[in-house]
């Protein structure tokens, strides 16, 4: 089958900044994948030469076989695109800017599409109310409704939950689950990554422009996730006995405590034996999951107070 989406040594710059380095990769049709990095990876870049709103500084783009710059009229058309910052038409209201807006792609007004897109995204009380006047979360509804009211084959979504409460949080990624089902590719980005983690097949994460993975979303999270194990010690120890080096030991200032790294295929009960083995005198003990919170993490390289920057 056909790739949704293939991007081929995209790249980008502004004045001189390179915001894109040659970024590659594909999306299956039906898939859910997800696009994530820090703020200024380069994803809205990406994004907005997927959507077209901003001009390919070099490489290809091709969606669903065709070449997005050389047949613009018909990616256009295969694709909707919710954007990061809300673009409303202030003085229409939901319900003209809903019919206005399929034509506006050449295609013809679907009430029963329509209808459903209102429903599912509960605008239908709001539909004479002008633009200005919508609440925040509804406007982002609203605009979700607009990206899909001409019935693309792939649905890009530029962190669509930003500033929606949990609720309405919720209900979108059900949504989006809903119309994928239905057959409709979605590219996301979040900065909610347990979000990505529920939501996406795949998922390839960018940083300063290039990307740094792309992998199976359980793939990414066995292969660079780790378990830790916390000991609370009965004796204060000195030092770290050599044979746990390999579970990166690192002991508190008062020898009281030891956190050590379990590796995914080891269980914490065969470590705890054969730290009992050596000697150590456990008095209690936790262990942890992390999730893509922490492979994020390792592979860009950020830790908790310093924004990657
Ligand atoms: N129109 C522009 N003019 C100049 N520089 C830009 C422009 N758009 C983006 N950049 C720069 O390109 C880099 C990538 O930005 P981009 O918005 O693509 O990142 P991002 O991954 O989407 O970040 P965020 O999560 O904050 O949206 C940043 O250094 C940014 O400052």
């Known amino acids: ?69 050389r047949d613009y009229r018909f990616t256009r058309r295969l694709l909707g ?43 239908g009380p709001h539909l004479n109310k002008v633009m200005l006047k919508l609440s925040g979360g509804l406007k982002r509804r609203f605009m979700i409704a607009k990206a899909l009211i001409h019935k693309p084959q792939l649905l890009i979504l530029d962190e669509p939950t930003a500033g929606v409460d949990v609720e309405l949080r919720h209900g979108l990624w059900d949504f989006v689950r809903e119309i994928n089902r239905q057959g409709i590719t979605i590219l996301l980005t979040t900065h909610y990554l347990e979000e990505a983690e529920q939501m996406c097949d795949r998922i390839a994460i960018m940083n300063h422009g290039e990307l740094i993975a792309l992998e199976k979303t359980h793939e990414l999270v066995r292969r660079l996730s780790s378990r830790r194990l916390r000991l609370w010690l009965a004796q204060e120890l000195l030092h770290v006995p050599d044979e746990l080096d390999t579970y990166r030991p690192e002991l508190s200032e008062d020898g009281s405590e030891l956190l050590l790294c379990l590796p995914p295929d080891e269980s914490a009960g065969d470590l705890l034996k054969q730290i009992c083995a050596l000697g150590l005198d456990i008095r209690d003990f936790e262990t942890d999951q992390s999730g893509l919170e922490e492979v994020f993490l390792q592979l860009t390289g950020m830790r908790e107070g310093n924004d990657g920057t």
């Open 1 to 69: 089958m056909m790739n949704a989406l293939e991007i081929d040594s995209l790249s980008k710059s502004f004045a001189g900044t390179d915001a894109v380095k040659g970024v590659s990769f594909s999306i299956k049709q039906g898939e859910i994948f997800g696009l994530l990095g820090p703020n200024g990876a380069g994803k809205s870049t990406t994004i907005n030469m997927i959507a077209g709103v901003c001009r390919v500084g070099g490489g290809s783009i091709t969606a669903f076989g065709y070449d997005n710059q």
């Open 81 to 123: 695109v919710v954007h990061q910052e809300i673009v409303i038409d202030n003085f229409f209201t939901i319900d003209q800017a809903l019919k206005l807006h399929a034509g506006y792609y050449g295609v013809k007004d679907d009430p029963a599409w329509r209808n459903l897109l209102i429903k599912r995204l509960g605008l």
